[in-house]
Every structure is written in structure tokens, then in C-alpha cells.
């Protein structure tokens, strides 16, 4: 079947194949910029290639590495056009799912970089206290010898730093701006 579409392309309309980059294969195991295919509710339906997902979770791991000293609001506005940019791309895939989990993900991640900037035990104390954590549970935590990426998902740093906190100081979830478009 290959040779037979080689030959039309190449001879018929006189069009040069790339070897590497040409296949014939399942649906499913094709990617095609930046998309594949599933077989979902018995037809064929557009999902996100994995290679670009990984690619856009490697994108917004860099820009919320700790090392990466910035501004939070600088940082917040680079996610922004990351997030805004690839979701307008790939809105006509199929990824609530994935999206939910990457959200997740995310917001741990800006939860690690809130607790790396506040450095100092005293800093972290009066940073919890702030936003409401008791001052004896806030004393407990900000002297914990736990790593940024242990602490991130403690229980009481999803309560200082709520979802709704980190929405209103400027983190866009991506669930919602999928939502907003898709």
C-alpha cells in the first residue's frame, strides 16, 4: 500500500517523500502535529500527542523551577502566555482529564516556589500566619527540615495557599481557560 501512494505522490504529482518522516500505521500510534488519535464512543476523536504534553510539562517545569529566580507576578505572566498559547493550539483535543491532573500539578509546583522564596524560618512562620494558619502549626512547619517539593503538598500549605489564593494573586488554571475555548 505504500509503494502504491509513493508512486502517485512522486510520480502523479510530482512531490518529493520523506522517508523518515512518512508512515502508514494505526491511527492511534500516528502523530501528527502535535496530535494522535483514540477510538472514543465508537469514532475516531484528536488527543494530545504524549511527546507534546511532555514537551509542555517540560516548559512549565522551567518556568517554575526553583533555581529560576523571578518575580512572581513576572512568573505568573510567562505561565500565562505559556498556558494561553498551547491551550488555543491544541483546543480542538480531547483532554479534560489531563488537564485536571496538570493543574494539579502546577499549583504544587507554584506552592514549592512560594516556599523556597520564603527562605527564612521566621519569613515562613510570619508568611503562614498571614494566611491564616495557627501560630503554633505555623511555627511547626516553618521549622520542618522537609524538602520544597515534600512540603508543597503538606496539608498546610493547601490550606495557606488555597486555590482561590493563588487564582486571585494571578495563577490561571488551565482547566478553565480549556473550557473557556474548547
Known amino acids: 500500500m505504500r509503494k502504491s501512494i509513493t508512486k502517485f505522490i512522486e510520480k502523479k ?3 518529493k517523500i520523506n522517508k523518515d518522516k512518512s508512515t502508514v500505521d494505526r491511527p492511534w ?3 501528527f502535529l502535535g496530535f ?3 477510538r472514543g464512543k465508537g469514532e475516531y476523536r484528536i488527543r494530545v500527542h504524549e511527546k507534546s504534553l511532555n514537551k509542555f510539562r517540560a516548559k512549565l517545569k522551567a518556568l517554575t523551577s526553583r533555581s529560576n529566580a523571578m518575580n512572581m507576578e513576572y512568573r505568573f505572566l510567562k505561565l500565562k502566555q505559556a498556558i494561553v498559547g498551547w491551550i488555543n493550539y491544541f483546543a480542538i483535543a480531547d483532554m479534560r482529564n489531563i488537564l485536571k491532573t496538570l493543574d494539579e500539578w502546577l499549583r504544587r509546583r507554584i506552592r514549592m516556589c512560594f516556599w523556597k522564596q520564603w527562605k527564612k524560618i521566621k ?7 498571614k494566611l491564616g494558619i495557627p501560630n503554633n502549626k505555623a511555627w511547626e512547619y516553618a521549622n520542618t527540615r522537609k524538602g520544597y517539593w515534600r512540603i508543597s503538598n503538606s496539608p498546610i500549605l493547601s490550606k495557606a495557599l488555597t486555590n482561590k489564593y493563588l487564582k486571585e494573586i494571578g ?3 488551565i482547566s478553565e481557560v480549556y473550557s473557556l475555548v474548547h
Open 13 to 15: 504529482l510530482k512531490l
Open 123 to 129: 519569613i515562613k512562620h510570619d508568611n503562614l500566619v
Open 171 to 173: 495563577l490561571i488554571s
Open 29 to 31: 500510534k500516528l502523530k
Open 36 to 38: 494522535s488519535f483514540y
